[in-house]
C-alpha cells in the first residue's frame, strides 16, 4: 500500500491504516457480490424467458438501437479508464488530476444516461413501453412475448441506470469533500471503493449490452 | 428501554450505558453494544405485535366455524404474523441484537469493522419494520408470507407493495449486517485468536452472514419484482401478463430456504456457548461443529426445489431437491449429537440458560426430525401446505430459534445491563414455555396427517379437540412469554449487579466488565488458549490423555 | 382411526391405492423418529443426572474427539436417511408417472376463486363434488382460471397445485367407497378455506346410477364434454378456416399428439398446453406455412370452454382421406391425420 497511510485518518475501531484498508476493501467487495447475486435474479429471468421465447426476443432486439448502444458501451468503458486513472491520482495524493479525471468520468456518466434517455423516450414514442398501451406489430410474434423482453429491457437497464446515478452523486459528494479536506493529505480510501462500485457499473452493462442489443446475430 | 437510565442511578465506572445518556447519543451510537440494545427493543415491540396476531389465529381456531374474525380479518392475521415474525423478529433476532451486542467483544475487537454501516443498518431495518406496520394500519396484508404470485401480483386488494417494501428494505439491513460480521472476523481478531480458537458462535455467526450477503439480495429482486408487476403491470410472474408464476416460488425459496437457516444457525451457535458453559467442558468436536455450520450455509442454498414438490415442477428435479436435502439434515444431526455427548465427564448445572439449551435440543431433534418426513417427496404430496407444515416450522423456529434466542439473552443479560434476572422466576418460566409450546404444536401434527390444511379460517368439526388442545398450549406458551418480559424488565431496575463473570465461563466478554466499557476492553487482548478451555482432570493412574496434554498443572484443583 | 380413551381423530381414513404404501412409510419415518428421539433424550437426560455439578460421578480423561464416533453419527443417520429417500422417491414415482391404464376416467378440474368445477368426460357437471367409481383410476386434467389453487385429498393422500396458465394431471385409484374430504390447498384468496367440498367415492353399480340421474342435470343438454366442444366449434364459426375444404388455417383432423413445426422452426407436440395456447394466443405458435391471423380468444372463451374445444379436437384423429393431403400440403410435418 501507499507509503502516506500514516497520515490517515484510522477509525477508532482499528488498530492501523492498513487493517482500516484492508476491511474496506474487503467490505467493498463482499457488497459487490450482493449486487451480482442482486442483479442475478434479473438474469436468471431473462435466460428463462429468452429460452423460451427466441423468437420473439429477437424480433423485439430489432426495436433497439445497437449504435446507440455501442456509443454507450464507449462511453462506459471509458469513464472505467478514467475512474481508473482519478484512484492513481489519489494514491499518489494529486489533487488537481483526481479532480480533473473524476470530473471526466463524471461527465461520461452523464452521457450515458443523456443517450439512455434518447433511447428511452424513442421506446415511449413507439408504445414499446411494457403496460397497457404496448404495441408491437411484427408478423408471427406474439405482443405478449415480445413484451416480456421489454420488460426484461427496462427492469435491468433501468436498475443499472439507477445504478450509474448512485455513482454519478457519489462522485459529487466526494468532490465535495475533497473540497472541504482540501488541505490534508487526500484520503484515498473512498475513491478507491467507488473506483470498485463504477467498474462493476461498467461490468454489468458489458453483460447487458450482448444481452438486449445484439441478441439475434443477424 | 430503560437500560440507560439505571445505569447511572449508582456511581459506577464508566460502561458503555452511563457513558451518555442523552436519547442523541443513542440514536447517533456507532457503538455495536448500544446498537445491539436498539435492535433489541425494536424486535421486542415487532414479536408482541406478531404475537398478538398469533393469540387470535388460535382464538379463531378454538372453533371449527369462522366465527370470531371474518375470513378477510383471518387471512390477514396470519399474514401479518407470519411477515412480522420472519422478517422483522426471527432473521435479525440472534444476529443483529445477540452478534452485534456479543462479536466483537468475542473475537476481542473494539467495534465491528463499519460502525456506521452497522447504525444505518438499525434504521434502514427500521424504516422497513414502518412500512411493515404501515401495510398493517392500511388494513394488512392477505397474501401469506410467501407473497405467492399471482395472487399477490394480480388478484390481492391490500396494501402488498408496503408490505413487499417493508421486507425488501428489511433485507438491506440484514445484506449491511451480514457484510459488517465477515469483514470483522475476518480483519478485527485480536492477536492469536486464530480461526480454531474462536467461540462457536462466531463460526455460527459467520455461517448466518454468509447467507445474508448472498442470499439477501436474490429475494430483494424478487419483491421487487412483484411490486413492480403489481404496480405498473409489467408482468414477469402472472400467467395473464405472459409470466411464469412457479418462477416466483424458485427465487423465492432460493432465499427463503436459507433464510431459515439465517434464523437457526445463530441459535446453533448459542447452544455451542451454553453448553460448554454449563457443562464446564470444551465443545465435544470443536472442528466437526465449526464445520458443520459451514456445510449448512453451503448446502441451504441447494435445497429450494423440496418447497415445490407440488408445484408441478419436474420430478427429477424434485428427486434432486429431496436427496440433497437428506444430506442438510447431517450436518444438524452432527451438532446434536456432539452438544450431547458434550455433557458426558462435565459438570452440568442447570441455570436457567441451560434450561434453555436442553428444550433447545429435544424441540430442536423433533423439529429436524419431522422434516425428514418433509424431505421424503412421496410423503410430502400428502403433507405439503398442511398443519404438519406449521408444526414442523414452529418447532424449528420457536423451539429453536427463539428457544435459542431466550437462552442467548439470558445468559448474556448481566453482560448487557449489567444486572442477575431472578433465576427462580426464569427456571419457571422456561418450564411454562416448554410445556405451552409442546402443548401448542404437538397436536398440529396430528392434525397435518390427518389432512388439516394451514391457512383455513374454519375447518371441518371432527378437528376440534386437537385445536382446543393446540389453542389451550398457545394460552400457556403467551403467558410465559409475558412471565419473562416482566421479570427481564424488573431486574433492569431491582435486579442485583451482575459481576464480570456471573457464569464461571471461559470466554472474552466474561474477561471484561459487567456492562462493557465502551470500547469493550481497557487493554487489547491477546489469546493464548482454545475456546472453552475449562480445567479437566486427569487419569487416576497418572497417564494424562490426549486431550489434557496442553493442560497446565494448576488447573488440576478443580476437581 | 381414534383414540381409544377420547375422541380424538389421530389416523385419516385411507381410501386410494397409494394410501397404504404412504401409511407404512410414513410409520418407518415415524419409528425413526422416535428411535432417535429416545437416543438423544435418553442420553441428556442420563448425562444430566450423572455428572449433575457436584455428583460424585468419575470425570477423568474426558474426551473432546472421537473420529469413528463422529463419523458413526454421520453416516448411520445419512445412512437411514439415504434409504427413506430411496422409498420416497419410488413411491413419489408411482404417484406422479404418468397413467398407463387405457380404463382411467378422465376428470376435467379448473379452479377458480373459490370453488372447484368438476366435468365428466360424459358431460355431467358438479361444483365442489366429485362422484368417482371405485377400483378405476381417475385421471384429472386440472388447471385454474385464476390463482394457484392446490386439489387435495387427504383420504387418498394427494394433492397437485392447480396452476393458472397450465395444465397439470393427477391420477389416483380409490379402493374404499365412502365419503371424502375435499380441499384446496394453496392458499387462494378471501374464501381459501370455502374452497371445500366431498369426494363420493361409489360402488361401479351406483355410479353409473348416478350417471344416469345427473344426465340432464348440470351437463350442457346431456352433451358430452366434446359434444359441447363440437358445439362451440360450430358456433364460434372454427371452421370457416380450419375446415380441410378452407385451406386458411391449419386442419385440425389428427392434430392432437402430432409434432408441429412452428414459424419459428421450433418443433413442438401438439399436446393439452399447447392446444390451449394455440387457441388463446396463436400468434405465439403460428404454424409453418400459415398466417398468423387468428384472433385471440384470450379472455374470450372459460377454461372449461378450452377443454371443450380440446377434448373435441382429440376426436378428430380419425384418418381420412381428404385432411392428409392438407396437413401435408400445410408443411405441417406431423399432420399425418
Given amino acids: 500500500m501507499s507509503t502516506h497511510e500514516g497520515d490517515l485518518h484510522v477509525g477508532h475501531q482499528f488498530e492501523d491504516a492498513e487493517q482500516q484498508l484492508d476491511s474496506y476493501s474487503a467490505g467493498m467487495w463482499l457488497f459487490l457480490v450482493t449486487e451480482v447475486l442482486f442483479f442475478g435474479g434479473l438474469f436468471l429471468a431473462y435466460i428463462i424467458y429468452r429460452t423460451r421465447y427466441p423468437e420473439a426476443f429477437v424480433a423485439a432486439h430489432h426495436e433497439l438501437d445497437w449504435q446507440l448502444g455501442g456509443l454507450n458501451t464507449v462511453i462506459l468503458i471509458t469513464s472505467s479508464l478514467t475512474m481508473a486513472l482519478g484512484v492513481r491520482a489519489a494514491v499518489l495524493n494529486r489533487m488537481k488530476a483526481v479532480l480533473g479525471w473524476l470530473g471526466l468520468t463524471f461527465l461520461c456518466a452523464g452521457g450515458f444516461m443523456v443517450v439512455k434517455y434518447i433511447e428511452y423516450s424513442a421506446k415511449f414514442e413507439h408504445h414499446l413501453f411494457p403496460g397497457p398501451n404496448f404495441e408491437f406489430h411484427h408478423a408471427g410474434i406474439d405482443p405478449g412475448q415480445a413484451q416480456m423482453f421489454f420488460n426484461l429491457y427496462f427492469a435491468m437497464t433501468g436498475l443499472h441506470g439507477a445504478h450509474v446515478l448512485i455513482g454519478m452523486i457519489t462522485m459529487i459528494i466526494l468532490v465535495i469533500r475533497l473540497w472541504v479536506m482540501r488541505k490534508q493529505r487526500i484520503d484515498f480510501i473512498p475513491i478507491e471503493l467507488t473506483g470498485l462500485y463504477w467498474h462493476f457499473v461498467d461490468l454489468v452493462w458489458i453483460f447487458l449490452f450482448p444481452l438486449f442489443y445484439l441478441v439475434g446475430g443477424n | 428501554m430503560s437500560a440507560a437510565g439505571v445505569a447511572t442511578k449508582q456511581p459506577e465506572a464508566v460502561n458503555y450505558l452511563n457513558v451518555d445518556n442523552s436519547i442523541k447519543s443513542w440514536l447517533l451510537t456507532e457503538d455495536h453494544k448500544r446498537i445491539g440494545i436498539l435492535y433489541l427493543v425494536t424486535i421486542a415491540l415487532m414479536f408482541f405485535v406478531g404475537g398478538i396476531f398469533a393469540m387470535l389465529i388460535r ?96 388478484f390481492s386488494h391490500t396494501p402488498v407493495i408496503i408490505a413487499v417494501s417493508g421486507a425488501f428494505v428489511a433485507g438491506f439491513a440484514s445484506i449491511f449486517t451480514g457484510l459488517n460480521f465477515i469483514v470483522t472476523i475476518h480483519k478485527m481478531r485480536a ?50 401478463l405472459g409470466g411464469d408464476p412457479v418462477l416466483f416460488q424458485h427465487l423465492f425459496w432460493f432465499y427463503s430456504h436459507p433464510a431459515v437457516y439465517i434464523m437457526i444457525l445463530p441459535g446453533m451457535g448459542v447452544m455451542s456457548e451454553l453448553i460448554a458453559t454449563f457443562s464446564r467442558k470444551r465443545i465435544f468436536g470443536y472442528e466437526f461443529v465449526a464445520y458443520s455450520s459451514l456445510a449448512i450455509a453451503v448446502l441451504s442454498f441447494v435445497v429450494w426445489g423440496h418447497h415445490m414438490f407440488v408445484s408441478g415442477q419436474s420430478m427429477y428435479l ?59 417427496m412421496a410423503v410430502d404430496i400428502h403433507l405439503h401446505d398442511t398443519y404438519f407444515v406449521v408444526a414442523h416450522f414452529h418447532y424449528v423456529m420457536v423451539g429453536g430459534a427463539i428457544v435459542a434466542f431466550l ?27 416448554f410445556i405451552g409450546f409442546n402443548l401448542t404444536f404437538f397436536p398440529q401434527f396430528i392434525l397435518g396427517y390427518l389432512g388439516m390444511p394451514r391457512r383455513y379460517h374454519s375447518y371441518p368439526d371432527e378437528w376440534q379437540t386437537l385445536n382446543v388442545l393446540s389453542s389451550a398450549g398457545a394460552s400457556i406458551l403467551a403467558s410465559g412469554f409475558i412471565l419473562v418480559a416482566v421479570y427481564l424488565l424488573w431486574s433492569l431496575r431491582y435486579g442485583a449487579k451482575a459481576p464480570a463473570n456471573p457464569w464461571d465461563a471461559t470466554g472474552l466478554e466474561w474477561k471484561t466488565p459487567s456492562p462493557p466499557p465502551p470500547t469493550n476492553f481497557t487493554q487489547r487482548p491477546i489469546i493464548t488458549e482454545e475456546a472453552y478451555n475449562y480445567p479437566i482432570v486427569l487419569a487416576k493412574n497418572g497417564e494424562p490423555d490426549e486431550g489434557a496434554k496442553q493442560e497446565e498443572a494448576e488447573k488440576h484443583e478443580h476437581a | 382411526m381414534r383414540l381409544p380413551f377420547a375422541n380424538i381423530p389421530i389416523w385419516p381414513e385411507g381410501a386410494s391405492k397409494a394410501a397404504f404404501e404412504m401409511d407404512l412409510l410414513y410409520l418407518v419415518i415415524v419409528g425413526l423418529t422416535v428411535f432417535f428421539c429416545i437416543i438423544v433424550f435418553g442420553l441428556v437426560i442420563y448425562f444430566v443426572a450423572k455428572y449433575y455439578a457436584g455428583s460424585k460421578a468419575d470425570r477423568s480423561n474426558p474426551t473432546f474427539h472421537n473420529m469413528p464416533l463422529e463419523l458413526a453419527w454421520s453416516l448411520i443417520p445419512l445412512a437411514l436417511g439415504l434409504f427413506v429417500f430411496g ?52 385421471k384429472l386434467t386440472m388447471i385454474s382460471q385464476d390463482v394457484i389453487h392446490s386439489f387435495y385429498v387427504p383420504a387418498f393422500r394427494t394433492k397437485a397445485d392447480v396452476v393458472p396458465g397450465r395444465y397439470r394431471t393427477l391420477w389416483f385409484e380409490p379402493t374404499k367407497v365412502g365419503k371424502y374430504h375435499l380441499f384446496c390447498a394453496e392458499f387462494c384468496g378471501t374464501k381459501h378455506a370455502e374452497m371445500i367440498g366431498w369426494v363420493y367415492v361409489l360402488s361401479p353399480e351406483d355410479y353409473e346410477k348416478w ?34 375444404e378452407q385451406r386458411i388455417g391449419p386442419p385440425l383432423t389428427g392434430l392432437y399428439g402430432s409434432t408441429r413445426t412452428l414459424s419459428d422452426g421450433r418443433r413442438v407436440v401438439a399436446d393439452y398446453d399447447y392446444l390451449r395456447q394455440a387457441i388463446l394466443d396463436p400468434q405465439a405458435v403460428t404454424v409453418s406455412g400459415h398466417e398468423p391471423i387468428m ?41 399425418n391425420g
Avoid at chain 2, 467461540?199 to 421487487?224: D, E, K
Avoid at chain 2, 428444550?359 to 431433534?365: P, Q, V
Avoid at chain 3, 376435467?108 to 368426460?121: D, F
Fill in chain 3, 295 to 335: 384472433p385471440l380468444y384470450r379472455g374470450q372463451l372459460t377454461e372449461q370452454e378450452v377443454i371443450q374445444l380440446i377434448e373435441f379436437i382429440k376426436t378428430l384423429s380419425a384418418p381420412e382421406a381428404p385432411p392428409v393431403a392438407e396437413a401435408e400440403q400445410s408443411d405441417d410435418s406431423g399432420g
Fill in chain 3, 87 to 138: 422409498w420416497a422417491a419410488k413411491l413419489f414415482v408411482e404417484m406422479q408417472a404418468p397413467i398407463q391404464s387405457e380404463n382411467a376416467l378422465n376428470i376435467y378440474v379448473v379452479g377458480k376463486q373459490w370453488m372447484w368445477q368438476l366435468q365428466h368426460p360424459t358431460g355431467q357437471r358438479e361444483n365442489n363434488e366429485l362422484h368417482i367409481p371405485v377400483g378405476r383410476p381417475v
Fill in chain 2, 191 to 240: 492477536p492469536g485468536m486464530t480461526w480454531f480458537r474462536l467461540p462457536l458462535f462466531v463460526w455460527g455467526q459467520y455461517a448466518t452472514s454468509l447467507i445474508m450477503v448472498l442470499g439477501t439480495p436474490v429475494i430483494a429482486i424478487t419483491l421487487l419484482l412483484v411490486a413492480v408487476e403489481r404496480g405498473l403491470r409489467i408482468g414477469v410472474f402472472d400467467p395473464a
Fill in chain 2, 59 to 154: 382464538l379463531e381456531l378454538l372453533t371449527p366455524a369462522g366465527d370470531v374474525v371474518m375470513s378477510d380479518t383471518y387471512n390477514k392475521m396470519f399474514t401479518m404474523h407470519g411477515v412480522i415474525m420472519i422478517f422483522f423478529f426471527l432473521i435479525p433476532s440472534i444476529p443483529a441484537v445477540l452478534g452485534n451486542f456479543c462479536l466483537p467483544i468475542m473475537i476481542g475487537a473494539r467495534d465491528v469493522a463499519f460502525p456506521r454501516l452497522n447504525l444505518a443498518s438499525w434504521y434502514i431495518f427500521t424504516l422497513g419494520a414502518m412500512l411493515g406496520v404501515t401495510s398493517l394500519v392500511l388494513g394488512g396484508v392477505d397474501t401469506g408470507w410467501t407473497f405467492y404470485t399471482p395472487y399477490s401480483s394480480s
Fill in chain 2, 318 to 376: 424434485s428427486m434432486v431437491f429431496s436427496v440433497l436435502t437428506t444430506l442438510v439434515a447431517i450436518p444438524s444431526a452432527v451438532k446434536t449429537f456432539n452438544w450431547v455427548v458434550t455433557m458426558h465427564k462435565g459438570h452440568v448445572k442447570l441455570d436457567s440458560p441451560m434450561l434453555y439449551a436442553l428444550s433447545f435440543i429435544g424441540l430442536f431433534t423433533i423439529g429436524g426430525l419431522t422434516g425428514l418426513f418433509l424431505a421424503s
Fill in chain 2, 407 to 433: 437462552g442467548a439473552l439470558h445468559y448474556w443479560w448481566p453482560k448487557m445491563t449489567g444486572r442477575m434476572y431472578p433465576e427462580p422466576w426464569a427456571k419457571l418460566s422456561a418450564l411454562i414455555l
Fill in chain 3, 211 to 244: 350417471l344416469q340421474d345427473n344426465r340432464w342435470g348440470m351437463g350442457d343438454e346431456g352433451m358430452t364434454v366434446a359434444q359441447a366442444g363440437q358445439a362451440l366449434y360450430e358456433q364460434l364459426q372454427c371452421s370457416s378456416c380450419h375446415a380441410p
